[in-house]
């Protein structure tokens, strides 16, 4: 059966790694002689335990966290943290920095704006249609934080490196990048990430907060809207989304053994954009959207000559046993995602495809 | 494999059909010929849409829903609902009855008065450890719902019928028997239910909305916070729990074609529920807890003549092939939970083992 699998270019829900496809659904009727599916074991019991257990270990070992920081898994996805984290660390008389570098970021302004809390946006690259990471900002020193959105999916760009805010937590969204590069965590104060990129199916977000950022949680917050419940109940308050939870056990584990962990899905990474942006670089017919420096290693984001060619483009592409090439709906134009399970064969098949159309297209 | 499956009595996640089970794993690799895995296909295609819209369709079969209702899919569990409703439909000037039945009843309370909602209980059961359902309950004419809870997975009890209210709409949480009987929806205005009991796994929560109640909802809530927002994106405003919304259509899809929809479906879980209590009736070892006529067709509860028994019960019950009889452990005691896949044969099996341990211990 899976030879009958497509090359999955989607931006999210996304390509997962085949052998942890394979484990889950060998083991589907039968977890761990449990006698019972994983989404039909208790996650009050020891099989549960294990899971969620193994999977704090394994994202504690593989980003190097220390005992301050926790890592939570939350439901409700990226869009729900835009809302909860204003309403968890600005309480009356805080401020906060934002930096506007696309869709999800300007979401995430939008949901501070919606809940009257003070904040700046002290840059913004809305100028050339976000196509590039702004450099040289000014941070206000006495933000609570500064929000960032690691990675932008729709616009093709991420961050290269992560600014200097004079010792201000930084807050980032890292959905599209979780777990793609090694990171120097003692800049951040948070990191959420919606699963459906990297790290697993959609219905999770994976948060890592710091003890500073528990300290700044004001009073009378909903229990399901307060980290507080989650640090303190290892994200069990109430029942998680355990199918999710133990599928991304399974792709950080692919992860740690079988990938060599950040350092080794970082060169892995490097060297599939590389392919395809060097590609797109030596011809006249595809043109690359963001701006040299501030490419994303995760999607790549391209333009044809006409929107009808983009769209013969992404049919031929489908024809061809390659999926979610279309650009996000409100951009336009082509995008390639090739998240950490997208393989240096797929991204070499899409090579020789953009080759051929352009041969005949060009 | 399947031979090597236990009887589940887990109070949620709960066992799941076993036909469902098999053609989730059956097609994981590759769903309806996407070449994808049903985890790794983009919410925004036609793939997906298909889903959502056939497990919107079914359940408005199902239940019988007109025009004026609305069926979502949400993420954050019955415990985020616990917030989020008096927070959509008690702006300033507005109050709500509730009911208190017990722990999730409890919860909800707990939630609105973290908000500073203006509430009354107007009926509970704690007198007597919430082994009943109130009765003749007096309402408040003007408030904007009446919450309460339609089955109580920890103490055993479970409305019958349900209250007349003089036209103030009932907001219910059925997350642990929703989808078990036929219902005259037209007394409620919203309907909430966690999945992992009796329609799929955890991580999905239903939510049906009616018209009125969305007139109700106040300005200025965050987006993933206010009902509108998914009413108006049929729950596609982010990325929905894909596989749960998946997995619950395959369980309407049982229950309409296998099991006879609601009706067949009640008539299945009383003759269940009968056998397991009128065994416990006619026992002087075992002992139900819940009073006659308030006895839930989901969770038997039950006690046994000492703790120490009760602990040699369940141990017993897990090495002959049974799991999830403990009860909750704020109530401690036995209990069984058969919600729609429950069968016949678990049943029976389960009280064969009771009169084997009783005749060994009593």
Redesign the interface.
């Known amino acids: 059966?899976?030879s009958?699998?497509?090359y999955?270019f989607?931006?999210?829900?996304?390509?997962?790694p085949?052998p942890v496809?394979?484990e889950?659904?060998e083991s589907?009727?039968?977890f761990r002689?449990?006698?019972?599916?994983i989404?039909?074991?208790?996650?009050?019991s020891k099989w549960f335990d294990d899971v969620i257990n193994d999977a704090v270990d394994r994202t504690k070992r593989l980003l190097g966290l220390d005992e301050r920081y926790h890592v939570l898994f939350l439901?409700?996805?990226?869009?729900?943290q835009?809302?909860m984290i204003p309403?968890n660390f600005l309480a009356t008389g805080r401020t906060a920095d934002y930096v506007d570098t696309g869709t999800w970021s300007t979401k995430a302004i939008?949901?501070a704006g919606?809940?009257?809390k003070e904040i700046a946006v002290v840059a913004s690259s809305k100028d050339r249609d976000f196509c590039y990471i702004p450099e040289d900002i000014k941070f206000n020193p006495g933000a609570s934080y500064v929000h960032i959105t690691s990675n932008n999916t729709i616009k093709g760009t991420q961050w290269q490196s992560f600014p200097d805010t004079g010792g201000v937590p930084l807050v980032a969204d890292m959905s599209s990048d979780f777990m793609s590069r090694p990171l120097d965590v003692e800049k951040f104060g948070l990191i959420y990430a919606?699963a459906?990129k990297n790290i697993?199916?959609?219905?999770?977000c994976m948060v890592i907060i710091r003890d500073d950022m528990i300290k700044l949680i004001g009073d009378?917050?909903?229990?399901?809207?307060d980290y507080n419940t989650f640090v303190n109940k290892n994200s069990m308050?109430?029942?998680?989304?355990?199918?999710?939870v133990y599928?991304i056990d399974l792709v950080l584990k692919w992860l740690e053994e079988d990938m060599g962990g950040l350092s080794g899905m970082e060169s892995f990474n490097v060297k599939k954009a590389a392919i395809l942006y060097s590609f797109i670089e030596g011809s006249d017919f595809y043109r690359a959207t963001a701006d040299e420096g501030s490419r994303s290693l995760m999607n790549v984001t391209f333009r044809l000559p006409s929107e009808d060619l983009e769209a013969a483009f992404v049919a031929k592409a489908i024809e061809n046993?390659m999926?979610?090439l279309k650009g996000h709906?409100s951009v336009g134009g082509c995008r390639a995602s090739i998240y950490n399970p997208a393989t240096i064969e797929g991204v070499e098949a899409l090579v020789a495809f953009m080759k051929e159309f352009e041969a005949k297209n060009g």
């Not at 002689?33 to 599916?37: E, F, I, L, P, V």
């Not at 989404?39 to 009050?44: A, G, K, L």
């Open positions: 059966m899976s009958q699998r497509i999955n989607n931006a999210g829900p996304a390509a997962l085949l496809l394979e889950i659904q589907f009727l039968n002689k449990s006698g019972m599916s989404i039909e074991v208790s996650h009050r439901q409700g996805g990226a869009s729900l835009f809302a309403m939008k949901e919606i809940q009257k919606g459906q697993g199916p959609a219905g999770v009378g917050l909903p229990s399901m809207l308050y109430n029942t998680p989304p355990c199918f999710g599928t046993g999926g979610g709906r």
